[in-house]
């Protein structure tokens, strides 16, 4: 079956500090792949979405690049600012079937 | 206009209360999810929709009761909840079902007593 696997956090992290949060996943077929945020005492935004191989999602700084041969949809900012403080999930869907997220990692950065 | 809107945005209910959560959409969705989430974990799929039509229901229990009046709207109606089933209730919509690029609505806090 499908899944994601996400390092666990909590990442604290310096405000302008650089951020990766790995995503790795299992799929049959081709997945489209997904970064969802979710800031405290809200619902899920949809961060950057990639569809197929070698696609860059980009949005908010935020960066993540599907890549097949490792299996892995790793997310970078390259300077994070106290306001990036969130819980992030990765997920993923084939066609026609249901999101898949990852356990999700809390991200704190600090001023 | 991008927006999934959700009401009550708290509830409390006891165990012998019936109650209704209401989801709206306006951006022509056809396909339409409600999700339950725990603290510090990720969304877990409770009900689909696609084009009013359930076409998903992941074995929740059937004091859990979805419906669809219409294209934009979802309610989910709730009856003798236990208090584990306390929890964050998201609903989403999507352009058609299958799709993951989901918007979500900032959801109903349910607290169970």
């Known amino acids: 079956g499908n899944s994601v696997t996400q390092m666990e956090g909590p990442v604290t992290l310096s405000e302008e500090a650089f951020l990766t949060i790995n995503c790795t996943y299992t799929a049959t077929g081709y997945p489209s792949l997904f970064w969802y945020v979710q800031y405290p005492g809200e619902g899920l935004q949809l961060l950057l979405k990639a569809t197929k191989a070698d696609d860059k999602g980009s949005n908010k700084g935020f960066e993540a690049t599907y890549r097949k041969e490792t299996t892995s949809f790793h997310l970078e900012k390259g300077s994070v600012q106290v306001s990036d403080s969130a819980v992030y999930f990765c997920a993923l869907s084939t066609l026609g079937n249901k999101l898949v997220f990852g356990a999700g990692t809390i991200l704190r950065v600090k001023s | 206009d991008t927006e999934v809107t959700q009401t009550p945005k708290h509830l409390v209910m006891g165990m012998t209360n019936k109650k209704s959560l209401k989801c709206e959409q306006h951006?022509?969705?056809?396909?339409m999810y409600w999700y339950k989430q725990k603290a510090k974990k990720p969304p877990e799929l409770m009900f689909v929709y696609s084009y009013e039509k359930l076409s998903i229901n992941e074995s929740v229990p059937s004091r859990f009761s979805p419906e669809c009046p219409n294209s934009s709207l979802l309610n989910l109606h709730l009856h003798a909840l236990q208090p584990e089933d306390s929890a964050l209730y998201l609903c989403?919509?999507?352009?058609?079902?299958?799709?993951?690029?989901?918007?979500f609505g900032p959801g109903t806090r349910l607290t169970v007593t």
């Open positions: 951006m022509g969705h056809r396909a």
């Open positions: 989403a919509s999507s352009q058609v079902l299958g799709t993951g690029e989901q918007y």
